[in-house]
């Protein structure tokens, strides 16, 4: 069955901390994992989007895939109050559909 | 930068009613995208566009459900005879191909009365 489980959290850290957020997958067929932001009311926002196994650094954010363990991680570095929102781990096989699994999602509060 | 735009942002209709939820996806995209966020859930996909038909559906889009590109820019999803329980965010994404990420617009907010 094709599942992403993201623990929903919440997770409430000071401005600066490092963040760590994990999503495990059960499906091997996935390629590709992404991670969005989600405010209030509003569309997923892309934040990373990553193929395969390894590490993917962008600015204060770093996407980590193991396939091995089926385990994606996003970590956030030096957090600010603008980080506070809802993150969404997704995933796709990318072979007979192109259909997102995503995660419930876990909602960051970070305090100033 | 492009986005994917929506409207309405949040459309009220009474239970039976048919609803049309409108989408322009990013210009250069080829493929699009229904989900669907009941409040408090997961994004659920709803169904996937290509070359002008279906690529894929989930069990959610019945027969009550419909896709439509009707010119080169709208993406429109069609509700037939809605129900109480299709009250969610309706999200509409676009991208170039399937080696690259979906895009989602900042939805539309059904409510069925």
């Known amino acids: 069955q094709k599942e992403v489980e993201q623990d929903p959290g919440p997770l409430s850290v000071p401005e600066g901390a490092i963040v760590s957020l994990n999503c495990t997958y059960s499906?091997?067929?996935?390629?590709?994992f992404m991670w969005y932001r989600q405010y209030s009311r509003k569309g997923p926002e892309l934040l990373m989007y990553?193929?395969?196994?390894g590490n993917k650094e962008d600015g204060r954010f770093t996407a980590q895939v193991d396939k091995s363990s089926k385990y994606i991680s996003l970590f956030i570095r030096d957090s600010q109050p603008s980080d506070s929102a809802t993150y969404l781990c997704?995933?796709?096989?990318?072979?007979?559909?192109?259909?997102?699994?995503f995660g419930k999602g876990t909602t960051l509060s970070v305090s100033s | 930068e492009p986005e994917v735009t929506q409207t309405p942002s949040h459309q009220v209709t009474q239970m039976g009613q048919e609803v049309i939820l409108r989408c322009v996806p990013i210009?250069?995209?080829?493929?699009f995208y229904w989900y669907r966020q009941i409040l408090g859930q997961k994004v659920e996909f709803l169904v996937s566009?290509?070359?002008?038909?279906?690529?894929?559906k989930s069990e959610i889009f019945d027969d009550q459900f419909s896709v439509e590109r009707p010119d080169g820019s709208n993406f429109t999803l069609k509700i037939r005879s809605t129900k109480l329980e299709d009250s969610a965010m309706y999200f509409c994404?676009?991208?170039?191909?399937?080696?690259?990420?979906?895009?989602f617009g900042d939805g539309t907010r059904l409510s069925i009365l």
């Open positions: 499906n091997s067929a996935f390629q590709y």
């Open positions: 566009f290509y070359n002008n038909e279906i690529s894929e």
């Open positions: 210009s250069n995209h080829l493929y």
């Open positions: 994404a676009s991208r170039t191909d399937s080696n690259q990420p979906q895009h």
């Open positions: 990553t193929y395969s196994s």
């Open positions: 997704a995933a796709e096989d990318n072979q007979a559909g192109t259909a997102l699994i």
